[in-house]
């Protein structure tokens, strides 16, 4: 039994985390990201919200869960949806990963407001997500361990957008 728990701790891969403030492209990424990384399990974080799962630590411990089991058969997962360091360390399954590595997709003030009204999103909240934007735009290189890159959807093709995410996990992969 101390063996094979060893042989698991000695085989850590990493965890990559696709980020960003509502409107920003995560999950419209997703289907383009499974073409260019296809070894890898890519997930929605909203996925467990449209089960009725509304914990958001929950949800976090389940996508870490599937991730480690993932992980334990020799893949690597990414998880695109919005998260933050201190609520990923806190998971039961976060110790299983090698490191969580993330990246920040982002666009400008006036495309998110776009997205977020054409979602019917109150403006309240597309005020308030546009200050969260920026704050993980402030707070990329401070926050994160290392720096959090920054890719730009604004105007980029969601093939381009794709294979900067794909550029970014093969670096760590």
Same mark, same amino acid.
């Given at each position: ?23 920003s492209?995560k999950?419209? &990424? ?19 919200r ?32 919005t998260?933050?360091p ?47 934007a920026?704050?993980? &735009? ?36």
């Open positions: 039994m101390g063996y094979e728990q060893n042989s698991l701790m000695e085989k850590k891969i990493p965890l990559f985390i696709v980020t960003g403030s509502s409107g492209g999950t419209f &990424v997703i289907d383009e990201l499974r073409k260019v990384l296809p070894q890898f399990n890519i997930f929605d974080i909203d996925n467990l449209e089960v009725g799962i509304s914990d958001e630590q929950q949800i976090r411990n389940v996508w870490l869960r599937i991730a480690r089991n993932t992980a334990e058969s020799g893949r690597m997962t990414i998880i695109c949806g998260a933050m201190w609520d990923i360390e806190k998971c039961v399954d976060y110790a299983y990963f090698k490191h969580v590595y993330y990246l920040n997709l982002h666009c400008n003030d006036e495309i998110r407001e776009k997205r977020l009204r054409e979602r019917k999103w109150p403006e309240e909240m597309i005020q308030d997500y546009k200050e969260f920026k704050w993980l &735009v402030d707070n990329a290189d401070e926050k994160y361990s290392p720096p959090m890159p920054i890719v730009d959807t604004t105007v980029a093709d969601v093939t381009v957008v794709a294979n900067q995410i794909k550029e970014w996990v093969l670096q760590y992969a």
